[in-house]
């Protein structure tokens, strides 16, 4: 072992048990105190950002409540006149140029998610058309299999559940990008099958539709764990110092994506209204000719493939750092191909998550699917005695005006640490409850006098499962999981949101429109229950603190790390009653924060001494000149200058 050995202890921060310092030159204990007032500024500002930390170096969460709200107060409030003002600058220099940047960051991220919600929801809303234009098939099954018409949602869900796990994993081993083209591939080649689907008989038309259906859901499935992690990780700085942008509005970034889920279903709704009057002589009442339902069908398909086309290109070409969070991640576990350790590890130590967030969204799923997939039947008790398919489609138009409220209401609060994820998700779940167990046990008067109160209250019901669980769930199912398995744990929660879609399709298929009402209330007061008891609230936490424990977790060290990932507020209180938050130390963590940053300067010493011995130029900004004569003054005499070259940067804690 050569004199540089000591420097060894410092590649993780992680070293292995020693006594006390007795002459303060230990490089694991180093004293850090003899900082002169710069090296103390500069040193805070990269670990005390001022948008979670005070002045007196206090992390918001550890304040009273009065200075907590205040505090969260003024840095969001701070933040909303910067963002107000670059948008007056933007509209100054070119008034359309907001738009642009919303297509670039909201539009783009979710076009996978717009493209789905388009055709996965017109399921749901051309039944009624095939069954007013195909009667002895779709409405009375005469001459179609009963079986296969009601499979067609079977396998739609079947599907999606396929290509979340599917897709899950193959992002975590191969790449994010690989599998957001490969999603988009299949999408594609789905809506060509969708388009051009058909049978010798109606009922090889029906079999035929239902398999199209199947294989474009395991594109739809796969765009729930790439979307997510993709539109996450996009917003997590590479470097030593995280972003702004990722600790303040990371979830309204994600939640800005999977909105335009809602806008796929309102696109939809819009295009067959206007195809049913194009094709059917300006009219939308029956009756209605088998021609005119089919070119509504083919066509309405045919439309969204276009934009699936370019959604290939795009990812292709314009999307080729898509994986670099993961990959980033993987140097520093030294890990290559897929991460069966940390899959591991992620059900021994965050297992209750995998119960809540997996728990959870079966719950909303319960609610929000069953209800889309039966919208028709839901809104037919409304107006009975119409049987235009018109009516019914301006009436889901109105309801998913009403759900983009919600969304966007999600948006903007979701990064509020006042609500946040958390109690969105439980006050979302409890009014979702509220809304159908009241006119369950009174259902006939709800139906028939009081039908307009039964009609807000469905309403308002699809403005809570989107300002709550259906955008809460798509977001905590990502962030509360480490970046190497991300993918895998959100397609693996997802999967079992489906199962409760499924189960909702199944059910009711056997129960009538009033059992429905006895049985889905329950889902909901079980959704908030789960998340309540099992379900840590992720708002304003820094990813990279997330990473820095994972770390130590890796290495079997997890009563060394005493980071704010560990703090109460960013933990269940399952987590909290098991005392997983006793190591919790803010001193020793700033302490820890120096001397993990102290190995990253010595591994870019070694770095550049290499780099100098072999005549190449090295560039130097990596670290401020403070932080540069901080190591060298405070360094142990064996490591001032140069250091082991056995120093690896892939063995160092990220944060």
């Known amino acids: 072992m050569d004199?540089?050995?000591?420097?060894?202890?410092?590649?993780?921060?992680?070293?292995l048990p020693h006594g006390p310092n007795m002459t303060g030159e230990h490089v694991a204990t180093q004293n850090y105190t003899a900082m002169d007032p710069n090296e103390r500024d500069i040193f805070n500002h990269l670990i005390l950002p001022d948008d979670s930390y005070n002045s007196e170096g206090v992390y918001w969460a550890d304040m009273p409540l009065g200075k907590r709200l205040a505090f969260n107060n003024s840095v969001d409030s701070a933040e909303a006149r910067k963002e107000l003002s670059q948008i007056g600058r933007m509209m100054k220099k070119d008034p359309l140029s907001p738009i642009g940047w919303y297509t670039r960051n909201a539009v783009i991220?979710?076009?996978g998610l717009l493209l789905e919600g388009y055709v996965l929801f017109s399921v749901g809303n051309l039944g009624p058309l095939l069954s007013?234009?195909?009667?002895?098939?779709?409405?009375?099954?005469?001459?179609?299999?009963?079986?296969?018409?009601?499979a067609l949602t079977y396998l739609e869900v079947a599907g999606i559940i396929v290509g979340q796990i599917l897709v899950g994993i193959i992002g975590d081993y191969i790449g994010r990008r690989w599998g957001l083209i490969q999603d988009a591939v299949i999408m594609f080649?789905?809506?060509?099958?969708?388009?051009?689907?058909?049978?010798?008989?109606q009922n090889g038309w029906v079999i035929c539709y239902a398999w199209s259906l199947f294989f474009y859901s395991v594109g739809v499935g796969g765009e729930y764990p790439m979307t997510a992690t993709a539109a996450m990780e996009n917003a997590v700085g590479a470097g030593k110092v995280s972003t702004r942008q990722d600790r303040l509005h990371r979830g309204r970034?994600?939640?800005?994506?999977?909105?335009?889920?809602?806008w796929g279903q309102f696109f939809n709704q819009v295009i067959l209204c206007l195809l049913l009057l194009i094709f059917h002589s300006g009219k939308g009442g029956p009756p209605y000719d088998e021609k005119v339902v089919q070119w509504v069908y083919r066509v309405s398909f045919a439309i969204p493939a276009v934009g699936t086309l370019w959604l290939v290109y795009y990812r292709t070409y314009k999307m080729q750092a898509a994986s670099k969070q993961l990959a980033i991640q993987k140097k520093k576990s030294n890990v290559t191909g897929y991460d069966v350790q940390s899959l591991k590890l992620t059900f021994t130590y965050f297992g209750w998550r995998?119960?809540?967030?997996?728990?959870?969204?079966?719950?909303?799923?319960?609610?929000?699917?069953?209800?889309?997939l039966f919208q028709s039947q839901f809104i037919k008790a409304i107006s009975p005695h119409d049987t235009s398919v018109m009516t019914g489609w301006l009436w889901n138009l109105l309801n998913i005006g009403v759900s983009l409220v919600g969304y966007y209401l999600a948006s903007f609060l979701i990064d509020n640490k006042a609500y946040?994820?958390?109690?969105?998700?439980?006050?979302?779940?409890?009014?979702?409850?509220l809304c159908f167990v009241i006119p369950a046990f009174n259902y006939h008067y709800y139906s028939t006098v009081g039908v307009h109160k039964f009609q807000a209250m469905y309403f308002i019901s699809s403005f809570f499962n989107q300002f709550g669980p259906n955008c809460v769930s798509f977001i905590v199912a990502a962030e509360v999981y480490p970046t190497s398995v991300r993918a895998t744990a959100?397609?693996?929660?997802?999967?079992?949101?489906?199962?409760?879609?499924?189960?909702?399709?199944?059910?009711?298929?056997y129960i009538t429109i009033e059992q429905r009402f006895y049985v889905v209330p329950w889902f909901g007061l079980a959704g908030a229950l789960i998340t309540f008891v099992w379900l840590p609230d992720t708002t304003g936490l820094d990813l990279k603190e997330q990473e820095r424990r994972w770390a130590y977790i890796r290495q079997g060290r997890e009563e060394d790390y005493h980071g704010v990932a560990i703090h109460p507020q960013h933990l269940s209180l399952w987590e909290r009653m098991r005392g997983v938050g006793k190591h919790y130390d803010p001193q020793a963590d700033y302490d820890q924060k120096v001397a993990e940053m102290r190995g990253e300067w010595e591994v870019a010493q070694a770095r550049k001494a290499e780099e100098k011995a072999g005549g190449d130029v090295y560039d130097d900004d990596e670290f401020s000149d403070d932080v540069s004569s901080y190591f060298q003054r405070t360094g142990t005499p064996s490591l001032k200058g140069n250091v082991a070259p056995s120093l690896r940067e892939s063995e160092k804690i990220a944060y």
Do not use: E
Not at 193 to 200: D, H, I, K, R, Y
Not at 496 to 504: I, R, S, T
């Open 3 to 15: 004199g540089h050995s000591n420097s060894s202890l410092r590649d993780y921060g992680l070293g």
């Open 109 to 111: 991220p979710g076009a």
């Open 132 to 150: 007013a234009g195909f009667p002895a098939c779709w409405g009375k099954y005469t001459i179609c299999n009963k079986t296969w018409t009601q």
């Open 189 to 201: 080649v789905g809506l060509l099958m969708l388009t051009a689907a058909w049978g010798v008989t």
């Open 253 to 262: 970034n994600v939640v800005s994506a999977f909105l335009m889920q809602g």
């Open 354 to 372: 995998v119960f809540a967030t997996a728990g959870a969204w079966f719950a909303n799923d319960v609610f929000f699917y069953g209800n889309k």
């Open 420 to 433: 946040g994820r958390k109690w969105m998700m439980i006050v979302g779940f409890l009014g979702d409850f």
């Open 490 to 509: 959100h397609g693996f929660s997802a999967a079992w949101g489906k199962l409760g879609a499924l189960v909702a399709a199944v059910m009711y298929n």
